[in-house]
Structure formats: structure tokens, C-alpha cells
């Protein structure tokens, strides 16, 4: 099979693209590197034994002659290109919509034209500020105003879902929607304001471990790799055409937690840090204060349960970034 994954040279597409690649299926990417790194693919493409079916093309989603020519390669296309992480959706939030919004309204209209199953990558953020768990996919969504950033990642990702659904129901494309939670491993970068790679990263560094607010937000973690194996269930399932589907881990921690958790896994001399909000984000931001995903859904149609729980994760992100450190 030839499988298309927008925003493969990601943190998720790059773990995806080797998972391909090492069932024997060939993978053609296309990322922009906004957020992306050549670094996340190049060790696949110069293994000897994966190399030779990974084709990487550094362009965006909006070049529609080679969007066209790839989508029309591929036999399935993995929808992953998106501006993600909250610091980078407030540093660029017209640019963030824009690849957001009318990204995947093309990727959408080239995979009908060639009539290609795809699987969009949400967010857990279309859920906004609930507070009560877990969020099954039939919940009301609850936003803040449109004067706080955050929550235009949440309303474009929300629009992406309703095209797709749109595609699927006017011209029968086969779309998949997965709503994915805080997802971490290895290749992730805290660049973007994501949690783990930053405090892992402070940790090593015996540096103050930076958590926002009081520290009680709480989140799940999934690990990259668990949650590589339920999108590709996802994509392998006729039922889940149509569907939306939340994807994440059920080991719910304060993020004060995690960071003293991260302290004792190090054994750093580092101290934990409690910096307002207003200090940590541009002005008008607004924290999800808690996110629990019901995984009933995707459980009970392709089985899917995470298997590495948050220790193992934790040790797999230190130990990926002493390595990367050294
Ligand atoms: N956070 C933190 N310190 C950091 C980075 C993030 O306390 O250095 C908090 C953030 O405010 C949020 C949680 O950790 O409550 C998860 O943040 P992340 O950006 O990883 O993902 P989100 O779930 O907010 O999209």
C-alpha cells in the first residue's frame, strides 16, 4: 500500500511513517518544517531496509500540483499538517487558521477528487473547558470568547471536523476523524510549549521545572507509539468511516505532579517553579483546566487500548533526550 501522511516529518507522522514503513508499505510525506524536522525522518531514510520506500517532499499542503500528484500515488492519505502547540498558535495565529482551515478544506477536496479514504487528525481541544470526565465524543463543546487565541486552534479544528464530515456526507469520501489527546515520546519537541519535552528537557538541565497556574490542570498522556497503533486501526476499519473517535490515555495527573514525577525520574537538583499564566502566555490566554478522554468508542470497534503507561513514557523521553543531549 502507498500511504500519504501530511505533516509527516512531525513528531505523530514520523512515528506513523516508520510504523508503515516497517509493515512493508511505502510512505510519501509532505511537511512544510514549520513545526517539522528533517531530523524525525532522516534515520528511516537512511536505514537500508526502510529508506528505499520513503519519499519526502518539504512543501505545504497548499501546492495543489503536487498535493494532486501525490494523493492521486497514494492508496489511503493520514491528514496530519496542522500549526500545533499552544505557544506557536498565539505567536502566529492568522498563519495557524489559515493552514488549519484552508489546509485541510484542500486536502479534503483533492482526496474526493481521487476518491482516497482519509483520516483527519483533530484535537481534544475541540472540547474546550469542560471540566467533568471523561469526554465522550457526543459531548457539547464550551469555548471561551474570540477575543482568547487559544480557542481559534479549537474552533479551526472543529471546522476541520465539520468538512470532512460534510465531504463524507455529500460526496460519500471516506473521511475518519480522530480527536487526539496529549500524545508524547520521543522526536517531540518542547519548542511549542508541549508539557513533557519541556519538563524532561528543564530536569536535565537542573534548571527550575516552569509549571503554569496552581499546577492543578490535569492531563492524560498517550504514548506516540500506542496512539500510531489507533490510527492505523482506524484507517484499516470500514465502520469507522463517517466517525469520530477520541484517541488517549486514561492515567489522569496534576501537571504539579508530573513535574515532581519528572524531579524523581531525573534525579535532578532541580526545584519546581509556579509561574502565573499571564507570565507564561501572551495576554488572553485561557487553560483547559482538565481533559480526560472516553476511550470507549475506539476500544470497542478496533480494540484499542494504551499499553505503556506514564512511567515507561517518562523514561523513554529521558532517555531520548540525554541521547540527544550528549
Ligand atoms: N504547562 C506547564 N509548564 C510548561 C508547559 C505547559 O505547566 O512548561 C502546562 C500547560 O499550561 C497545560 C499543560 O501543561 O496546562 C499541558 O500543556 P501542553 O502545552 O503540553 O498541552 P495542552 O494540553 O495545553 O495542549
Not at 499538517?81 to 479534503?108: D, F, Q, R
Not at 469542560?130 to 487559544?150: M, W
Not at 527550575?208 to 504514548?223: A, H, I, K, N
Amino acid at each position: 500500500m502507498r500511504v500519504l501522511i501530511t505533516g509527516g516529518a512531525g513528531f505523530i507522522g514520523s512515528h506513523l511513517a516508520e510504523a508503515y514503513l516497517e509493515q512493508g508499505h511505502e510512505v510519501y510525506i509532505i511537511d512544510d518544517l514549520s513545526t517539522g524536522s528533517l531530523a524525525n525522518v532522516t534515520p528511516l531514510q537512511n536505514d537500508a531496509r526502510l529508506g528505499h520506500r520513503l519519499f519526502v517532499h518539504t512543501d505545504t499542503i497548499l501546492n495543489q500540483d503536487l498535493m494532486l500528484e501525490l494523493a492521486g500515488t497514494c492508496d489511503v492519505v493520514f491528514h496530519l499538517a496542522a500549526a500545533v502547540g499552544v505557544h506557536y498558535i498565539l505567536e502566529n495565529p492568522l498563519k495557524s487558521i489559515k493552514i488549519n482551515v484552508e489546509g485541510t478544506e484542500k486536502v479534503l477536496e483533492i482526496c474526493a477528487k481521487f476518491k482516497k479514504r482519509v483520516l483527519i487528525t483533530s484535537s481534544s481541544e475541540v472540547y474546550g473547558k469542560h471540566l467533568h470526565a471523561p469526554l465522550v465524543e457526543t459531548d457539547n463543546i464550551i469555548y471561551g470568547p474570540s477575543s482568547k487565541f487559544r480557542w481559534s486552534y479549537a474552533a479551526s479544528k472543529l471546522m476541520d471536523e465539520f468538512t470532512a464530515l460534510a465531504y463524507f456526507r455529500t460526496k460519500g469520501l471516506e473521511t475518519i476523524i480522530a480527536r487526539l489527546f496529549n500524545t508524547v515520546g520521543p522526536r517531540q519537541t518542547g519548542a511549542y510549549g508541549m508539557v513533557i519535552p519541556r519538563l524532561v528537557s528543564q530536569a536535565l538541565g537542573n534548571e527550575p521545572l516552569t509549571v503554569y497556574g496552581d499546577g492543578m490542570q490535569t492531563r492524560t498522556f498517550t504514548y506516540v507509539k500506542d496512539v500510531v497503533a489507533g490510527l492505523m486501526a482506524l484507517m484499516a476499519c470500514d465502520d469507522a468511516v463517517g466517525e469520530v473517535f477520541n484517541i488517549g490515555g486514561t492515567e489522569e495527573i496534576t501537571i504539579l505532579d508530573l513535574a515532581r514525577k519528572i524531579i524523581a525520574r531525573t534525579g535532578s537538583a532541580s526545584t519546581v517553579a509556579m509561574i502565573p499564566y499571564e507570565e507564561a502566555y501572551a495576554k488572553d490566554f485561557e487553560d483547559m483546566l482538565r481533559r480526560v478522554p472516553s476511550i470507549e468508542k475506539i476500544r470497542s470497534l478496533v480494540g484499542f487500548a494504551p499499553v505503556t503507561d506514564l512511567d515507561t513514557i517518562l523514561s523513554r523521553v529521558i532517555d531520548y533526550q540525554r541521547l540527544t543531549m550528549a
